[in-house]
């Protein structure tokens, strides 16, 4: 059997006695008053010179140094403790080019994917951008966060998916914002994963569908289902880019390798040209250190693929989705509508759509 020493306290050197110092204008028992201090003469030797000629000056103060160059102010650091970029004016758009489709993707739910497919939407607007919003989540949040009721739907974008009689103009709908649409979708697309199974080439029915309508938008969102299944494979198959929010806490980012994996096998399999354009931080809270932690945990392992613009938690976006609105019009002047503009001109500064 070991035995265990008992622990001893660490010897800490006794502290030197510090006393006052003493008070000049006071003396004390042992003190004489100096009295006053004669002025410091010089000893004029054989010269002749009266000796108050001779009293040495006091002394100079030292000469201040000279002043060196201002510093150059150091760039203000963001929430991901890297320097904001400069991401200067937001290309222009250019006539012609095919819209250019993101996959809004995570299989954790709850993290962000459809507040920020709806608020990143609304902000590509302002920015001049023509955006149509795909609802590929068969609980149909997205379509309930721009005012659509899932229920009353006569055709949704399960009816696109499964039958080539219908044609997207009968499935697009107008939101409150001009220039947003949206294919909306509701419970039944839920059957779409079994149905699409027997048919050929079924990761790429999405594809098929979205390139109808490729010309005329600028920028084509899909929200994801909280799953890495057929329809969010058909997702990945039919973007340029994927966009991953992530909560920034501890089991959202468990999560990321295995979505990571499945990004790869897309772009091995089916669609070799996708890209990874970032990772998002959501429901971020500066005040718990927890939150702070998770999000430089995701900027050590993905460095410059973390966006610079971070989702704070805020009770204004439950709002918006009662609202049936984007925060940009519902809170245009809240820290939250703000976040999301910058992170559309970081988006198009990533992908230069223009």
Request: glycine share 8%; with cysteine.
């Amino acid at each position: 059997m070991q035995t265990t020493q008992e622990p001893r306290e660490p010897d800490f050197p006794e502290a030197e006695s510090i006393r006052p110092d003493p008070d000049p204008d006071q003396a004390g028992p042992d003190q004489a008053d100096p009295g006053p201090v004669e002025p410091q003469l010089f000893d004029p030797g054989t010269d002749g010179q009266a000796a108050a000629d001779f009293v040495v000056p006091p002394e100079a103060p030292p000469q201040a140094e000279a002043m060196s160059p201002a510093k150059k102010a150091e760039p203000e650091l963001g929430p991901t403790g890297r320097p904001w970029p400069d991401l200067g004016e937001p290309p222009a758009v250019r006539p012609g080019d095919k819209a250019l489709i993101m996959a809004m993707c995570n299989q954790k739910g709850g993290v962000g994917k459809t507040t920020t497919t709806i608020n990143l939407g609304a902000a590509l607007v302002e920015l001049g951008r023509k955006v149509l919003l795909v609802d590929f989540d068969p609980q149909g949040s997205l379509s309930v966060g721009l005012g659509v009721n899932p229920h009353n739907l006569e055709l949704s974008i399960y009816n696109l998916l499964l039958s080539r009689d219908v044609t997207p103009d009968e499935v697009i709908a107008q939101t409150s914002v001009p220039g947003l649409d949206i294919l909306p979708s509701n419970i039944d697309l839920s059957a779409a994963e079994l149905q699409l199974v027997s048919e050929v080439a079924r990761e790429q029915t999405l594809l098929r569908v979205l390139s109808k309508v490729r010309d005329d938008y600028d920028i084509i969102l899909i929200d994801c289902a909280p799953s890495l299944g057929l329809l969010t494979i058909n997702a990945l198959t039919a973007a340029d880019q994927v966009i991953i929010p992530l909560e920034c806490e501890f089991f959202a980012l468990r999560g990321v390798a295995l979505l990571t994996d499945t990004i790869e096998k897309v772009q091995e399999r089916l669609n070799p040209d996708l890209e990874m354009l970032g990772i998002l931080g959501t429901m971020y809270d500066p005040r718990t250190l927890h939150s702070r932690e998770v999000l430089e945990r995701v900027v050590q392992a993905f460095g410059d693929k973390v966006f610079h613009t971070v989702i704070r938690r805020t009770v204004k976006f439950p709002e918006t989705t009662v609202a049936g609105e984007p925060i940009t019009t519902y809170a245009s002047d809240s820290p939250g509508a703000g976040a999301y503009r910058m992170l559309a001109r970081e988006v198009l500064a990533r992908c230069l759509v223009g």
